[in-house]
């Protein structure tokens, strides 16, 4: 008799996003007529830049042609993409990370899961909350976050870290001794960011517990403010302590045609329990070999043209873009009479929901009252109560109408 991985029972009920769109399509069966403006999902709507198709184009043509035609490709991506990554992320920006510690991937939410095949699930885990889902998902999927406690609206052996108002969305250091620390940076869903002497501390904190940072900077490229730290590398000693994945979804609008890298630096070792060590970069390196058959060539065309000068130019403009419909939320929210926080170095605007509304019936009032959708903070955990994510990806002719339709 076959068994099933029971720790996936453990998961709660629905996936946000899931619970969202069940909701407005109850919504909207009963009123038809009402437009209705999204601002929930974080998925991106601007196409993708001239630059970035024309090269798409060309790899096609090269499939076509039996002296540039491509079958399988390395599996952790072709070099003249992580060469590219190494150089322009990296180097261009004194950071010194060679092309063999970058691995191409189709997504920063796959390799957030697959890393934990290379670390087991004996770690105790930290992750701030609220928090992008997908770190505490994968942690209870391997049995590693134990039993959900409905009552708190937490797992039994995951760490919790608060980051709200009340400490400025900085992170306080664990009290208990923690191996897996998930940060994400320019932060989903608060928006909010760390500076590089707050940064600091927690690579100091990884140092001092030979506990490893697992660090998410897909929104990177949303930074406008000065001394925030884009990659962990740029604080002193992280290449020891830290894994670093980013994404060109956000980047260049990539959410559909899927790529990303992860940076797993040589300096990351751990002795094994018979006392070899081993080096984390070699382990991912198995994994991908073994698990993956690489991201198409096509795409990482696409990918290496994010690269040019030109493809540069163009994307800045489609980050300028949301960053300016961040700032029409924040701005439109505060004149409506809400406190936010974030959408400064981030495409995300976290809002205070108002006094004696749960962030869920604040979801339901919007909806019906505004016909605007957004997401619950509760919905990234318990302390995004009282917290209401709104995203900057849409249209700018939809980000001015929610406003209007706040302010009324
Ligand atoms: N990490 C964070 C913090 C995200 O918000 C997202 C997407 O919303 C991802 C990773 C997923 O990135 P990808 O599209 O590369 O899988």
Known sequence: MYKINENYLELQDSYLFSTIAKKLEEYKSKNPDKEIIKMGIGDVTRPIVPCIIEAMHKAVDEMQDGATFRGYGPEQGYEFLREKISKCDYKDRNIDI?????????????????????????????????????????????????????????????????????????????KKKVDLIYL???????????????????????????????????????????????????????????IEFRSFSKTAGFTGIRCAYTVVPKELKRKSSNGDEVYLNKLWSRRMSTKFNGVSYITQRAAEAVYLSEGQKQIKQNIDYYMENARIIREGSNKAGFTTYGGVNAPYIWLKVPEGL?????????????????????????????YFRLTAFGTRENTIKAMERMSM
């Not at 501390?201 to 030979?210: P, S």
Request: proline share 7%; glycine share 8%; with cysteine.
């Open 98 to 174: 060679n092309p063999d510690e970058i691995f191409v991937s189709d997504g920063a939410k796959c390799d957030v899961a697959n890393i934990l095949d290379i670390l087991g699930n004996e770690n105790k885990v930290a992750i701030t909350d609220p928090v992008y889902p997908v770190y505490l998902d994968t942690n209870v999927m391997i049995g590693a976050a134990g039993k959900y406690n409905k009552e708190t609206g937490m797992y039994e052996n995951i760490v919790y870290v608060p980051i709200k108002a009340e400490n400025n969305f900085v992170p306080e250091l664990p």
């Open 184 to 242: 994400c940076l320019p932060n989903n869903p608060t928006g909010t960011v760390l500076n590089k002497e707050e940064l600091k501390k927690w690579v100091d904190y990884a140092r001092e517990n030979q506990a490893l940072i697992l660090f998410d900077s897909a929104y990177e490229k949303y930074i406008t403010e000065k001394n925030i730290p884009h990659s962990i590398y740029e604080i002193e000693g992280a290449k020891e302590v830290s």
């Open 358 to 386: 749960t962030s869920w019936e604040f979801f339901d009032k919007l909806l019906t009252e505004k016909q605007i959708v957004g997401t619950p903070g509760v919905g990234f955990g318990p302390s995004g109560e009282g």
